[in-house]
């Protein structure tokens, strides 16, 4: 089963980072946060993916051509142009189909764009942003079942948000007892992690967001919540990328293909 990755997006958000690199480049740890995706769904066996490219594209690309460089040993014949890579510490193992779907083409229908490059009945599609300890193989079980028993054709993940703001709490007095910086919300949101059957494939537009498409699909009843109760960040902002640093320093809760 192939992986979609929204990579394309200029991340507005984040610009003190993304004025000179698209967004999954954005370093935790070292490392591209696409890297940190990859290596995700790689734990679970799924490591063929598709990227849906645009703005500053040219990056992603240079990265993955040149990273066994970087990565292995390796003897360089400059006046034959070969290279002969004599250790090869590679532990990346990615089939990855880079797509250039354009810098302004919305999200559903950079989807549409490379769904000629899915053959199987199932795809999974994710941001390029986010990071999760989600149990990839369980997500799958949860929507088969969902398949078989209701007929919906498209489960997301519902995982908890932490709030950016701080959250008080007050006694009778208004003094306040307890402050909780980022309290992790009750609500659920729409978590990136994504699965499809080939059915689906309609309903992804020219000219439309992927959460378009969700709503689409909601009012068909055609989609389901898989409930993620544990560790999601999405990076959004300057603060989320310090943040996740930090967590990747200390005990790095998403890093499940990690011994640590």
């Given at each position: 089963?192939?992986?979609?990755?929204?990579?394309?997006?200029?991340?507005?958000?984040?610009?003190?980072?993304?004025?000179?690199?698209?967004?999954?480049?954005?370093?935790?740890?070292?490392?591209?946060?696409?890297?940190?995706?990859?290596?995700?769904?790689?734990?679970?066996?799924?490591?063929?993916?598709?990227?849906?490219?645009?703005?500053?594209?040219?990056?992603?690309?240079?990265?993955?051509?040149?990273?066994?460089?970087?990565?292995?040993?390796?003897?360089?014949?400059?006046?034959?142009?070969?290279?002969?890579?004599?250790?090869?510490?590679?532990?990346?193992?990615?089939?990855?189909?880079?797509?250039?779907?354009?810098?302004?083409?919305?999200?559903?229908?950079?989807?549409?764009?490379?769904?000629?490059?899915?053959?199987?009945?199932?795809?999974?599609?994710?941001?390029?942003?986010?990071?999760?300890?989600?149990?990839?193989?369980n997500l799958i079980k949860f929507h088969n079942l969902q398949y078989r028993k209701?007929?919906?054709?498209?489960?997301?993940?519902?995982?908890?948000?932490?709030?950016?703001?701080?959250?008080?709490?007050?006694?009778?007095?208004?003094?306040?007892?307890?402050?909780?910086?980022?309290?992790?919300?009750?609500?659920?949101?729409?978590?990136?992690?994504?699965?499809?059957?080939?059915?689906?494939?309609?309903?992804?537009?020219?000219?439309?967001?992927?959460?378009?498409?969700?709503?689409?699909?909601?009012?068909?009843?055609?989609?389901?919540?898989?409930?993620?109760?544990?560790?999601?960040?999405?990076?959004?902002?300057?603060?989320d990328v310090i943040d996740l640093n930090r967590m990747w320093e200390s005990d790095?809760?998403?890093?499940?293909?990690?011994?640590?």
């Amino acid at each position: 089963m192939k992986t979609i990755i929204l990579c394309g997006g200029k991340g507005t958000r984040l610009r003190e980072e993304t004025e000179f690199k698209p967004k999954p480049m954005v370093e935790i740890g070292g490392k591209p946060i696409l890297l940190h995706i990859l290596n995700i769904y790689a734990y679970y066996g799924y490591n063929e993916f598709i990227l849906c490219l645009g703005y500053k594209s040219e990056m992603i690309k240079e990265f993955f051509l040149n990273l066994s460089a970087f990565t292995n040993d390796f003897a360089f014949d400059l006046s034959k142009g070969e290279i002969n890579y004599i250790k090869n510490n590679m532990y990346y193992d990615f089939k990855i189909i880079f797509a250039e779907t354009g810098e302004e083409t919305l999200t559903s229908e950079r989807i549409k764009m490379v769904l000629p490059y899915i053959k199987e009945d199932q795809f999974m599609v994710t941001y390029g942003d986010g990071v999760s300890n989600i149990d990839i193989n369980n997500l799958i079980k949860f929507h088969n079942l969902q398949y078989r028993k209701y007929k919906t054709i498209g489960t997301i993940a519902g995982v908890h948000p932490s709030s950016k703001y701080g959250k008080i709490v007050c006694n009778k007095k208004n003094v306040i007892k307890i402050f909780n910086e980022k309290p992790v919300l009750n609500d659920y949101i729409n978590g990136g992690f994504m699965i499809f059957e080939s059915k689906a494939k309609r309903y992804f537009k020219e000219g439309e967001m992927l959460e378009d498409t969700l709503i689409s699909m909601v009012k068909s009843s055609k989609i389901s919540q898989y409930t993620h109760d544990g560790f999601w960040h999405s990076m959004d902002t300057m603060k989320d990328v310090i943040d996740l640093n930090r967590m990747w320093e200390s005990d790095k809760p998403w890093a499940i293909w990690d011994d640590k």
